[in-house]
């Protein structure tokens, strides 16, 4: 059985109290790393970026209709341009000049048709640019609210990783003055049972929180005062002390 001085055996509760406080150090990473809000807000980015890039795609295909219509405007109205002229000059057959005419107002009904469909391509595209800008709102705001809940959790974390690392500065140097043999169960305790000491206190163990039987109570205190003892259920060393009997 190992054994430690009973006053070497107190310091392994300083310990696990570092111990304990680097845990919940530890946990406290854990939480802030896996933070549900960054999660949340991942999958509303990615729909909103998913919808965005519909809005783009409906606002790039609208101004290409757009200058499809607007070519052919143009071309109809250079034409009528040119039959214009030709009509004007009053050069030509009189048959050829009167069926010119007829092409002119033709013409003049193409481009009219035209005009009302640039002018529905402009109207639909006014309202798709609309869309996109609003998409675009959206997008920001979720990214403006993901930089600001990363911003905070990475200063917490910072704030974390500073106390983490003023503690084991301290628990090393404190380790360093135990016990070597003590320490050493102490260290394979913890790492096994996640707990390396706690208090036998009145009869119950700190460690599981449970009151011992009898028979172990009465084994525990049969033993010598510098034998390192296990709480039976948490596999804890327990620490004792007269004054906690």
């Not at 111990?19 to 509303?44: F, H, S, Y």
């Not at 997008?139 to 959790?153: C, N, P």
């Not at 394979?188 to 449970?210: C, D």
């Not at 049969?222 to 906690?244: E, N, T």
Request: contains cysteine; glycine residues 8%.
């Amino acid at each position: 059985m190992a054994k430690a001085a009973p006053a070497e055996q107190l310091k392994l509760l300083e310990l696990q109290g570092l111990d304990a406080r680097l845990t919940g150090l530890a946990n406290r990473r854990r939480t802030l790393e896996n933070d549900p809000r960054i999660k949340d807000l991942e999958a509303a980015l990615s729909v909103a970026n998913g919808e965005l890039g519909a809005a783009k795609v409906a606002v790039h295909d609208a101004e290409a209709a757009l200058k499809r219509a607007e070519a052919d405007v143009e071309q109809v109205a250079s034409r009528i341009e040119r039959d214009e002229a030709r009509l004007n000059s009053g050069t030509g057959l009189s048959k050829d000049l009167v069926a010119l005419q007829k092409d002119i107002e033709s013409l003049n009904k193409r481009r009219s048709d035209l005009e009302d469909v640039e002018l529905e391509i402009l109207e639909r595209l006014d309202t798709l640019r609309e869309r996109q800008a609003a998409q675009q709102a959206i997008v920001d705001g979720i990214q403006g609210s993901f930089g600001t809940i990363r911003a905070e959790l990475d200063a917490a974390l910072a704030e974390v990783a500073a106390e983490a690392e003023g503690l084991v500065a301290r628990r090393a140097e404190f380790a360093a003055g135990l016990d070597a043999g003590m320490l050493a169960v102490y260290e394979k305790t913890l790492a096994k049972r996640g707990v390396g000491a706690a208090r036998l206190f009145h009869g119950t163990s700190e460690a599981s929180g449970m009151k011992l039987s009898p028979g172990d109570l009465a084994e525990i205190k049969a033993a010598a005062a510098d034998d390192i003892v296990f709480c039976p259920d948490s596999g804890a060393i327990l620490v004792r002390s007269d004054d906690w009997s």
